[in-house]
C-alpha cells in the first residue's frame, strides 16, 4: 500500500479546469512532485516542489498543497493532457521515495 | 542533455537474480546527484526501488531490501541494481532515474523485465 493516496480515476471535459489531488501525512512536511505517464512512454515531471514548473511545461498545469493534500491542477485541460499522473514525495521517516498509486486522466 | 538508458535481460526465471545496468551520459555521476531504480508493474502505478549517491551511500524501499542491491561505477558512468530471488511479482517495466532529493527529473525510456520459467 501506498503512504500517498490519490483517486484512481477522473474525467474532465476538453477546456475545463481539473484538480488532481494526493494525500498523506508526509505531505505536511515534505514537497509533493507530480507526474504526467502516457502509455508506452516513460514518466514526465510536470511539478516539482509544490508548485515549480520545469522548462517545457504549458503553463496550464499548476501544483499546490494545504495541510497533507497536494493537488495538481489543469487549467482549460487538452486533449494531449489524458494520461495517469503520480504524486511522490517522502515516507512519513523521511528517508524514502514514495509514489501514490496514480490517477488516471481522461479528457472528455 | 542527460540520458539514461537501462539494459539486461528482458526474461528472469523464478528465484533467479535480476540485473540491470544504467549508463549515464551528458552528464558526470561523479558530479554529484542521487541515481535510482523505479518499476512499473502491469497494470499498477510506480514504486520506487533503491537510489545511490555517486560515493556508495544507498537507500531502499524497505519492502524490497532484503533482496535489492544498488551500486555505482563512476569510472564507467553506470549504476546498476540486482532483485535476487525473483518471482512474477517482479515482472514490471524498472526505470532508471536522476533524483534531485525527491524529485526524479530526468528517466530512462524503461526496460521490461519479465519473470517466467
Known amino acids: 500500500s501506498s503512504e500517498l493516496t490519490q483517486d484512481p480515476a477522473v474525467s474532465v471535459a476538453l477546456g475545463q479546469t481539473v484538480r488532481i489531488t494526493c494525500q498523506g501525512d508526509?505531505?505536511?512536511?515534505?514537497?509533493a512532485n507530480w507526474y504526467q505517464q502516457k502509455p508506452g512512454q516513460a514518466p514526465l515531471l510536470v511539478i516539482f516542489r509544490k508548485h515549480n514548473r520545469p522548462s517545457g511545461i504549458p503553463e496550464r498545469f499548476s501544483g499546490s498543497t494545504s495541510g497533507i493534500t497536494a493537488s495538481l491542477t489543469i487549467t482549460g485541460a487538452q486533449a494531449e493532457d489524458e494520461a495517469d499522473y503520480y504524486c511522490?514525495?517522502?515516507?512519513?521517516?523521511?528517508?524514502?521515495?514514495?509514489f501514490g498509486g496514480g490517477t488516471k486522466l481522461t479528457v472528455v | 542533455q542527460v540520458q539514461l538508458q537501462e539494459s539486461g535481460p528482458g526474461l528472469v526465471k523464478p528465484s533467479a537474480t535480476l540485473s540491470l545496468t544504467c549508463t549515464v551520459s551528458g552528464f558526470s555521476i561523479s558530479s554529484g546527484y542521487h541515481w535510482g531504480w523505479i518499476r512499473k508493474p502491469p497494470g499498477k502505478g510506480l514504486e520506487y526501488i533503491a537510489n545511490i549517491f555517486h560515493s556508495g551511500t544507498s537507500y531502499y524501499n524497505p519492502s524490497l531490501q532484503t533482496r535489492v542491491t544498488i551500486s555505482v561505477d563512476t569510472s564507467k558512468n553506470q549504476f546498476s541494481l540486482e532483485v535476487r530471488s525473483v518471482t512474477a511479482a517482479d515482472t514490471a517495466v524498472y526505470y532508471c532515474a536522476r533524483l534531485t532529493y525527491d524529485t526524479v527529473d530526468y528517466w530512462g525510456q524503461g526496460t521490461l523485465v519479465t519473470v517466467s520459467s
Open positions: 511522490n514525495s517522502r515516507d512519513t521517516s523521511g528517508n524514502h521515495l514514495v
Open positions: 508526509s505531505l505536511r512536511y515534505f514537497s
